[in-house]
């Protein structure tokens, strides 16, 4: 899906990303694939001067991957641990990772940028865990964060 960058970006991608998994049979993933849907558009609507925001979803049996992509390399995002205490932006990556079971960005050709993130059925964001008493997070032990490359 394309849509041009503009103040409703995120409504319209959050709208598509939620019919694409509901259609598929993925219904427990719909609540984390809009939140970090809604953050990763508003980022490139707030941060690019691109024209416009393409929303990708890759559905497999027990995986979702959402790939979105602008046209202008923004700056490099702050991670939230540096952001001031009181600063009212910055926050909306640690929400991702904290939904993800993986993301991460990569850069192709010299100006095209991609955020992506994976959701796995009763992984981090799966309504499924959540409903099963496993509150987001992931488990002890278990390992990812942000993985820069392909996703």
């Known amino acids: 899906m394309t849509t041009p960058n503009s103040a409703t970006a995120a409504k319209l991608a959050r709208d598509f990303v939620a019919s694409v998994l509901r259609?598929?049979?993925h219904p427990g993933l719909v609540d984390a694939a809009i939140l970090c849907t809604s953050e990763v558009v508003a980022n490139a609507h707030v941060h690019t001067g691109t024209q416009r925001i393409v929303i990708e979803v890759s559905v497999g049996h027990d995986r979702v991957t959402v790939r979105v992509r602008d046209d202008c390399t923004p700056p490099r995002p702050v991670p939230a641990d540096r952001c001031?205490?009181?600063?009212?932006?910055?926050?909306?990556?640690?929400?991702?990772?904290?939904?993800a079971d993986a993301w991460g960005s990569?850069?192709?050709?010299?100006?095209?940028?991609?955020?992506?993130?994976?959701?796995?059925?009763?992984?981090?964001?799966?309504?499924?865990?959540?409903?099963?008493g496993h509150p987001g997070g992931a488990a002890a032990g278990q390992g990812r964060g942000n993985v820069t490359g392909d996703g």
């Open 84 to 99: 001031p205490p009181r600063d009212e932006h910055g926050r909306g990556l640690m929400l991702v990772d904290a939904c």
């Open 106 to 132: 990569s850069l192709t050709g010299a100006r095209t940028n991609t955020v992506w993130f994976t959701l796995v059925v009763n992984g981090r964001g799966s309504a499924e865990r959540t409903a099963a």
């Open 23 to 25: 259609v598929t049979g």
